[in-house]
């Protein structure tokens, strides 16, 4: 019988699903970026999985994140955990908390790799500096408009926030935010098998992929 990974190992090998298995990964946040990530990952082989929200699914959330009508009011976290399951069989860790400094080194100090999806500077600065103190590997994966960037740690500065009274309050296209996870997805997946740092930048109108960095 194939696997559930059939086609990522005929492409990568079973080196790949191996190390993939072996990776403890955390993601902050679970929108846009998190949700999206989470599902790519799960169904490319990632099994040890901590997700990090504290909202809730609102109306709004369903034309650019994975959830779905019957989803609204529940916990982003418990709802992408459920789905995760029953897509794959893959059981994450669901946190309902919100990141703060008091509380980061508990939920991110295990992680071999961390992915800051938050849509706030306060939060991915917090995930930034904690991150650079403790040498765990991060990434960033940003969207606004019709430009996406994803970032290492590294090279990365904490962007300020919109003038609006919602950081949400923002447009973005789905489209984007799809094209941003596949790159996303891509820098872990090459960090996983050959330690490269690849930073790129996106821009959807144009469709022009920036190779920024590599390391």
Known sequence: MRSKFFHERLYRGDAFIKQMGQLRLTVCGAGAVGSHLVNNMVRQGIISLTVIDFDRVEQHNIGTQIYTENDIGLFKVEALQSEMFRAAGVEIKAVRQK??????????????LVVDGFDNHISRK?????????????????????????IWNENYIPPLDTDTEDVCDYPMARNLIQFAVALASEAI?????????????????DLKINWCHRR
């Open 99 to 112: 990141l703060i400094e008091r509380n980061i080194r508990k939920w991110l100090k295990n992680a071999d």
């Open 126 to 150: 917090i995930v930034t500096e904690y991150c650079r103190e403790a040498a765990i590997d991060c990434l960033h994966v940003g969207l606004s408009a019709d430009y996406a960037e994803i």
């Open 189 to 205: 997946v090459r960090f996983v098998m050959a330690g490269r740092k690849e930073d790129y930048s996106f821009t959807l109108n």
